[in-house]
């Protein structure tokens, strides 16, 4: 069975500092892994993905997570967040044949001005 | 349709009452999800369901709450008999089955419980 952690569900930087939104699975098979981003009032839309290839992925906005086998992680990083990045965060995990994609609790970031 | 579409976007019913919600996924998109999204609150998953394949119902709070679809085409959540802890914004998504391809979402059904 697959499974994600989100650790935390509130985490808030100043502007300017560096993001870092923590995401843990756990996998049988290899995983393919997305994070997502909602932002207030709107629905959820893809962020980046991870299926194949290169473990440093590049999303919208700056963001990048890297699929880290060893560590079964899969963190999200920006180098300096910005008012506008203040939303709500998921992190999910699916594999391959038809298997229901699992999403995580979701972490909320604030940005301070 | 270029996007998963919902509707209605907005519903407001009495308590005790039931309430329809329906999904029409993007065309093609074998699997199908509903999560529910209480305000300030992540991803509660519902129901899942991939082509034909008997559907994952494992999220479904109570049988008050069930979910139909024909084939690969639109889906209805129902709930009966609403209560106030129902409100919420019910989110449905769909993707191919392929697994290393998004989730879409649509806007969500917002459900306020009177």
């Known amino acids: 069975a697959q499974s994600v952690t989100q650790l935390g569900s509130h985490v808030s930087v100043s502007e300017g500092a560096l993001v870092l939104l923590r995401c843990n699975y756990s996998s049988s098979v290899p995983p393919y892994l997305f994070w997502y981003v909602q932002y207030p009032n709107q629905g959820l839309q893809l962020l980046l993905k991870?299926?194949?290839?290169?473990?440093l992925v590049k999303g919208i906005n700056g963001f990048e997570a890297e699929f880290k086998k060893s560590e079964t992680s899969f963190h999200l990083t920006k180098p300096s967040a910005h008012m506008s990045d203040a939303a709500e965060y998921f992190c999910a995990v699916s594999r391959t044949g038809g298997f229901k994609t699992i999403f995580g609790a979701g972490t909320r970031l604030f940005v301070k001005a | 349709g270029a996007g998963v579409s919902q509707s209605p976007s907005n519903k407001v019913t009495e308590k005790g009452k039931d309430v329809e919600l329906r999904c029409d996924p993007i065309?093609?998109?074998?699997?199908l999800y509903w999560y529910r999204q209480r305000l300030g609150q992540g991803l509660e998953f519902l129901i899942y369901?991939?082509?034909?394949?008997?559907?994952?119902k494992s999220g479904l709070p109570s049988d008050r709450f069930s979910a139909e679809r024909t084939g690969e085409s639109v889906s209805t959540l129902t709930i009966q008999r609403t209560q106030q802890e129902d409100s919420a914004v019910y989110l449905c998504a769909s993707s191919s089955d392929r697994g290393n391809t998004e989730a879409f979402f649509g806007q969500g059904t917002r459900l306020t419980v009177v």
């Open positions: 991870y299926t194949t290839g290169a473990t």
């Open positions: 369901f991939q082509g034909n394949s008997a559907p994952d």
């Open positions: 065309s093609g998109h074998t699997a």
